[in-house]
């Protein structure tokens, strides 16, 4: 039961960090500046490159598994800790 949890636990950080990981295309990345912002720069609202307890509050589910996203325990998701989560993701698709 304890593992069966933890996978679920798992699955759902990655699911949660896909989205905010996105990376632009490259025509995304040639656009005009209008072109849309990925979803992890629409949640960095200070731009400092990391996602906040309170940047990630509105997403009730990235802000539930905050503390177990943030691997260093440095109150942020940095772009490295969120690109671990999708992995996690992946690797139990592949399961």
């Known amino acids: 039961m304890k593992s069966l949890i933890t996978l679920a636990t798992a699955v759902t950080i990655a699911t949660l ?3 905010v ?3 632009p295309t490259t025509a995304e990345a040639n656009a005009s500046p209008s072109a849309s912002p990925t979803q992890r720069q ?3 609202k200070d731009g400092d490159g990391r996602i906040s307890r309170a940047e990630a509050a509105n997403r009730p589910k990235m802000a539930q598994y905050f503390d177990q996203i943030d691997t260093n325990k440095d109150g942020y998701l940095s772009r ?3 690109k671990a989560a999708q992995a996690m993701r992946k690797a139990q698709k592949t399961q």
């Open 17 to 19: 960090a896909t989205g």
């Open 21 to 23: 990981f996105a990376q």
């Open 42 to 44: 629409k949640m960095d």
């Open 80 to 82: 490295d800790e969120l």
